[in-house]
């Protein structure tokens, strides 16, 4: 079992930054490939990114590349979004998800085992 928290998001405005922050517990934490996810107001939560067991590896959806970067610290069992130049369409709640199995379907959202609460982000124009 896995349990995760995120924290770190809030009101900003266009071309602000933000560092989301994602604690886990449970499970060891090094194993795990990690994702955030975002789901905004009546549209099906989308991939943003991930990051393999040893952080050596990272992936991102187009949109997002460039300002938004994935990183991890397992001795810390966090996992982080610093999310910069921000910007409306980026409005979103924002969940960190883990997996145990770790393949090639880092996108896929039924791929996670486990889930945050999710953290809302709002980015005013």
């Known amino acids: 079992q896995v349990q995760l928290v995120e924290s770190g998001g809030g009101l900003v405005q266009a071309g602000d930054s933000l560092r989301l922050s994602c604690a886990a517990s449970?499970?060891?934490?090094?194993?795990?490939?990690l994702g955030w996810f975002r789901q905004a107001p009546g549209k099906e939560r989308e991939f943003v990114a991930a990051i393999s067991p040893s952080g050596s590896n990272t992936y991102y959806t187009d949109p997002v590349k460039g300002r938004l970067t994935i990183s991890r610290d397992n001795a810390k069992n966090t996992v982080y979004l610093q999310m910069n130049s921000l910007k409306p369409e980026d409005t979103a709640v924002y969940y960190c998800?883990?997996?145990?199995?770790?393949?090639?379907?880092?996108?896929?959202?039924?791929?996670?085992?486990?889930w945050g609460q999710g953290t809302q982000v709002t980015v005013s124009s």
């Open positions: 998800a883990a997996r145990t199995v770790y393949n090639s379907q880092y996108a896929e959202r039924l791929k996670y085992n486990y």
């Open positions: 449970g499970r060891t934490f090094s194993s795990l490939g």
